[in-house]
């Protein structure tokens, strides 16, 4: 083997020695808000637990999720982050969104905010952690119904 082949193997073995050995587990969004902004923009609220099954501690950098109302785009969290992880324990990441429901149609949308229609919100993208210096992305997929009312 060349010498070139040789660090190369070597510099793989170590990054997979470091990557998580299992998966972080996405376990599911609660606490779900709807309050009213300073825009007038209604702004969701909500927090998403993980669960760390690694023998190893990791660092939370960056949330990307974007938050669709009835199938419809409505909201990006962007948040980077520097959130310790502890090993083998569950964590959660607040996500903050200001909701913006143009999409769904002013008239509709102004009726069914004052009357309390139920909307199908789902949260679609990932986190990213790191473990010495090495980033995996989790996956961040939920749905659920809920009634927004202003």
């Known amino acids: ?14 990054m997979q ?3 998580p050995k299992e998966d972080i587990v996405f376990k599911g969004i609660k606490n779900v808000e709807v309050q009213v902004g300073s825009s007038n ?6 927090k998403a637990y993980f669960h760390n099954p690694n023998a190893m501690g990791m660092k939370l950098k960056e ?18 982050m520097k959130l310790k992880i502890s090993p083998r324990s569950d964590f959660m990441v607040p996500l903050q969104a200001t909701l913006s429901l143009k999409e769904l149609g002013l008239l509709d949308t102004i009726k069914n905010l004052l009357g309390g229609k139920k909307y199908e919100v789902q949260y679609i993208g990932f986190v990213r952690v790191a473990v010495h210096g090495i980033t995996v992305k989790v ?3 939920h749905r659920e119904e809920m009634r927004i009312r202003l």
């Open 41 to 46: 923009n209604p702004e969701l609220l909500a």
């Open 63 to 80: 949330i990307h999720v974007d938050v669709l109302v009835d199938g419809k785009l409505s909201a990006e969290v962007r948040q980077k």
């Open 139 to 141: 996956p961040v997929k």
């Open 17 to 19: 020695a470091c990557a």
């Open 1 to 14: 083997m060349s010498k070139g082949i040789k660090v190369f193997v070597i510099l793989f073995l170590v």
